[in-house]
């Protein structure tokens, strides 16, 4: 398996079953919606190791793909739950 795809599924096995454990943990009152973008991110890691990724524009896709993750859910997101847990007394 490509290493790039190894590191995502590892990213996504622990990083995300983390977060997805504090949220239930803290009962934090958007799990639900938050998971859904957790499962849409794994379903993404699924189907990249099901496609090609030889051409230029596959590539692309990959980075977009990946660009929106990493800004948009982790600065928004991500941001909300921690503020949630720090006010739960989290670090």
């Known amino acids: 398996m490509d290493p ?12 995300l079953g983390i977060e997805e454990r ?4 803290f009962a934090y ?7 859904v973008q957790h499962q ?14 030889s051409s230029t524009l596959e590539g692309a896709r990959l980075c977009n793909k990946l660009n929106n ?8 997101i991500d941001q909300t739950l921690g503020l949630f847990l720090k006010a739960q007394g989290q670090k």
Request: net charge neutral; proline share 2%.
């Open 69 to 76: 993750w990493f800004t948009e859910h982790i600065r928004t």
């Open 22 to 25: 504090y949220m239930d943990l």
């Open 40 to 53: 849409v991110f794994r379903e993404f890691i699924e189907d990249l190791k099901k496609t090609e990724r």
């Open 29 to 35: 009152p958007e799990t639900a919606a938050h998971k």
């Open 4 to 15: 790039s795809i190894r590191y995502l599924e590892t990213y996504a096995r622990s990083h």
